[in-house]
């Protein structure tokens, strides 16, 4: 188990987290054992999954993927498949099951997500690219061809998540008074795009950033760790506008990736500001100082 891993598991999921770093060693052999897995290399990890190489029982190379279900990642498993491989890494198993269910831990408790997925290159994401502008073209096509699609029934919903975003921005008590007028500007952009109407029904990845889009064999890249939405394909900007941040280059940035999912620059400058405002809240109510850089892209997109 790694070290990191579980301190932010139990940091960021409290006692279900516990639980999950306490059962899981056990639960992964009993998974390797009943899909006839064998280990093939070191574990790693982001801040929600574990990822283990491994070889199928016909010698095909994959990945076991590991997580808690919570909100952002029990539908990741649908997103792919509704993906079926174009443009995004591949399922090829699936299964949910319950902290305690034999694993010495007590009581049942949270569930976990498996995913048997198809093995890409690790080594290689769109970091490895040193020239920006080079990575940004393959990660706005992908973005356009994830975003084409139709989301699948019982996804949750970005009409959801902006109406909830709104309610705690009225409830935001910031200390400085910049952080209070970015809430306020993006809060009332996200207010007017909503009042068009509905927010769509397209299938968005939500973290579509140049190290979640990995080489592979049978595409030159591919996205991998969906937190999937049902919605307008103009919040999903964000990610590659921040990760590998360069504020000469956001405007251009965000020209390309607006015009790669056929939104007008005023609704994707409205989604965007809402996506922005969805940050500055979850820094605002931990207590964190808000970086200058969100200020800063919602200012360059409504240009």
């Known amino acids: 188990m790694p070290a990191r891993f579980a301190e932010g598991q139990r940091r960021y999921e409290g006692a279900a987290g516990a ?3 306490a059962a899981v060693p056990a639960m992964v052999a009993r998974r390797l054992e009943r899909w006839s897995l064998r280990p093939e290399g070191r574990v790693r990890h982001g801040v929600a999954a574990l990822v283990l190489p491994v070889r199928t029982a016909d010698g095909e190379r994959a990945v076991l993927k590991v997580q808690l279900r919570t909100e952002e990642t029990a539908d990741e498993g649908a997103a792919l498949r509704a993906w079926d491989g174009d443009g995004a890494v ?4 699936e299964d949910v099951e319950t902290v305690g269910n034999g694993g010495g831990v007590g009581r049942p408790g949270p569930e976990v997500s498996w995913l048997l997925l198809e093995r890409l290159d690790e080594a290689r994401d769109l970091n490895s690219l040193p020239d920006v502008r080079a990575a940004l073209r393959p990660l706005a096509a992908l973005l356009a061809r994830l975003t084409a699609v139709r989301a699948p029934a019982g996804l949750r919903r970005l009409d959801d998540v902006a109406d909830n975003l709104l309610v705690r ?3 935001a ?26 927010a769509g029904e397209r299938l968005l990845h939500w973290d579509l950033h140049y190290g979640n889009v990995l080489a592979a064999h049978r595409a030159p890249w591919l ?7 049902a919605g307008d394909p103009a919040f999903d900007l964000l990610p590659a506008l921040t990760n590998r941040y360069d504020p000469t280059d956001t405007a251009r940035r965000f020209a390309v990736l607006a015009e790669a999912v056929g939104a007008d620059r005023e609704r994707a400058a409205a989604w965007t500001r809402g ?13 964190r100082e808000v970086a200058r850089m969100w200020g800063e892209v919602a200012g360059a997109v409504g240009r």
């Open 275 to 287: 996506r922005v405002l969805q940050t500055v809240l979850w820094e605002v109510e931990a207590g």
């Open 173 to 198: 008590a910031p200390r400085d008074e910049a952080t209070r007028a970015l809430i306020a500007d993006c809060a009332a952009a996200l207010r007017d795009v909503r009042t068009e109407g509905p």
């Open 169 to 171: 921005a009225a409830e």
């Open 90 to 93: 591949r399922v090829l198993r």
């Open 223 to 229: 996205a991998i760790d969906p937190k999937p939405l």
């Open 19 to 21: 639980a999950f770093v």
